[in-house]
């Protein structure tokens, strides 16, 4: 079965499954809603979904694009300047490991819960790593021989990171936004969750308190349906930009 | 008139790997340098070609030093591994040689270079389509296309089977028949040594040069040779000069 055929089976498989175990369990629609309850609740409120998955949206794109700019320019910084990585590493190390939520934590107070910063701060920390991590590898995995050629070409370093070490590097930065740029809706969720008043996140918190089950799952299925179309989408630009090797695929 | 001149260089890493090495390589002639398992010879080619800076002497090219040839482009550099981009066609992996370059495509041609080349049918095939020999002609093919007058080879033709290296070696003695490009080759094969070249070198296991003689066989050379009773006295002549190199020698250190 090719991947487009079980992407296929599985959206028609979740709601069959679904009732299905709606069913199985016994329990009542408040607490597990059928699939067509949820159905229901996204017509019925379609608007007011729409109002909040444009803003999670919107936190994803920046938090994503922000991390982009960062993670770009410190690998590339990395390999010209060693010295700098060397520097910046610890930092590194530091930023990642202590706990996103934390960091967002202190934003809230030092800015308040209105500010965006917050929530675009845990989307940041959440994706740039992966890129970075996976952009380095890919500038530094260039071929020796390669190099030397470049070298005996009297190639200057702009021809060498455009003509070789970016092209070779490419694929690296795909594979880590397969990760990253599904992870930014994540991210968003889990600051709207945590910060805000507008939002994904924010639908799901409201749905848990006012114990509204039916706008629980359908604020599930759109954020589903958010990051597998992330993950989709990059893989469908990943063939696209990789398409001469199609036969190695296949 | 010396094309190649290289004088008095030495090379030390941890350990000095080249001593004394002088040899002058004259223009349009074909040197193979050949000589046993780290001996030196990637590094004295990789020094003519300006990667490696020697611990002492030095390395003239048309009268310049190693960096400044590269900056002028007369030189060609081709490796055991294909340097191909993965990305890039044929005709695309011989463009990019012009595109750092700067050269003129009207006055170069990459279709034409790979015509020359058997690979007319291959132009727009990536590396992994093609086979080692097409491969490695792709990457000669990148390495002359500017037309240097100096080409350094570093066993070009060592990952391929035996038949397809004769076939290649064939064909490499042929388009070099019309260039008359300067090449200092280095190889692990005596007979494909003797074959192309004008002179075989030999290096001993301690980083000098050894002997050397001239191969006085006549140009163009076709396969037909190889069976010709004076090129098989050649290369045992050849085999002699590197047993003698190599007498001694603990095979167990190679």
Redesign the interface.
Same mark, same amino acid.
């Given at each position: 079965m090719n991947e487009r055929r079980a992407y296929i089976l599985m959206v028609f498989s979740i709601p069959i499954l679904w009732g299905i175990a709606v069913k199985a369990s016994g329990l009542p629609a408040f607490v597990i809603p059928p699939p067509s309850l949820v159905a229901k609740v996204l017509i019925e409120v379609a608007g007011e979904f729409w109002f909040h998955t444009r803003a999670t949206l919107e936190e994803a794109f920046a938090g994503y694009l922000i991390a982009n700019v960062i993670s770009l320019t410190l690998a590339v910084s990395f390999l010209y300047l060693p010295e700098f990585e060397s520097f910046i590493t610890p930092w590194m190390v530091l930023i990642r490991n202590i706990p996103f939520v934390t960091i967002a934590s202190i934003m809230v107070i030092t800015l308040g819960s209105d500010s965006p910063i917050p929530k675009l701060v845990i989307v940041v920390l959440i994706t740039f790593y992966p890129i970075l991590a996976n952009v380095i590898k890919g500038l530094k995995s260039v %071929?020796p021989?390669?190099l %030397?050629?470049?070298?005996?070409?009297?190639?200057s370093k702009w021809?060498v990171f455009i *003509?070789?070490r970016w092209?070779?590097a490419l694929p690296y930065y795909v594979a880590a936004n397969e990760i990253s740029f599904t992870a930014s809706i994540i991210g968003a969720i889990a600051g709207e969750w945590l910060f805000a008043k507008r939002g994904l996140g924010f639908v799901i918190v409201r749905a848990l308190m006012q114990y509204r089950a039916d706008r629980l799952y359908a604020a599930t299925l759109i954020s589903s349906v958010l990051s597998v179309g992330a993950y989709i989408l990059v893989k469908a630009i990943e063939r696209w930009l990789?398409r001469? *090797?199609a %036969?190695?695929r296949d | 008139m010396t094309t190649i001149s290289v004088t008095n260089v030495r090379m030390i890493f941890t350990k000095p790997v080249l001593t004394g090495i002088s040899l002058a390589v004259q223009e349009g002639e074909f040197v193979s340098i050949v000589g046993p398992s780290g001996c030196g010879k990637t590094t004295l080619l990789r020094i003519i070609a300006g990667l490696l800076k020697p611990t002492e002497g030095s390395v003239l090219i048309n009268g310049l030093g190693s960096r400044e040839a590269c900056r002028q482009h007369l030189l060609g550099y081709a490796s055991q591994s294909p340097a191909l981009l993965p990305f890039r066609t044929t005709r695309g992996n011989v463009r990019l040689t012009l595109e750092i370059t700067g050269q003129n495509h009207t006055n170069y041609q990459p279709e034409d270079l790979l015509v020359q080349f058997g690979l007319e049918k291959a132009m727009e095939l990536y590396p992994h389509q093609l086979s080692g020999g097409m491969r490695q002609r792709n990457a000669i093919a990148a390495a002359m296309i500017h037309k240097p007058p100096v080409i350094l080879m570093d066993e070009p033709f060592g990952a391929l089977d035996a038949i397809l290296r004769n076939m290649l070696g064939d064909w490499l003695a042929n388009i070099l028949s019309t260039t008359g490009q300067t090449v200092v080759f280095v190889t692990h094969s005596i007979s494909e040594a003797v074959f192309l070249s004008d002179r075989v070198v030999f290096m001993t296991p301690d980083g000098r040069l050894g002997t050397s003689f001239e191969v006085n066989l006549p140009r163009p050379r076709r396969r037909e040779l190889r069976n010709d009773i004076h090129f098989a006295n050649l290369v045992t002549r050849a085999n002699q000069a590197l047993d003698k190199i190599t007498q001694g020698q603990d095979w167990r250190s190679q």
């Open positions: %071929d021989v390669l %030397d050629r470049m070298e005996v070409l009297h190639a021809q *003509k070789v092209p070779t990789f001469w *090797k %036969d190695i | -």
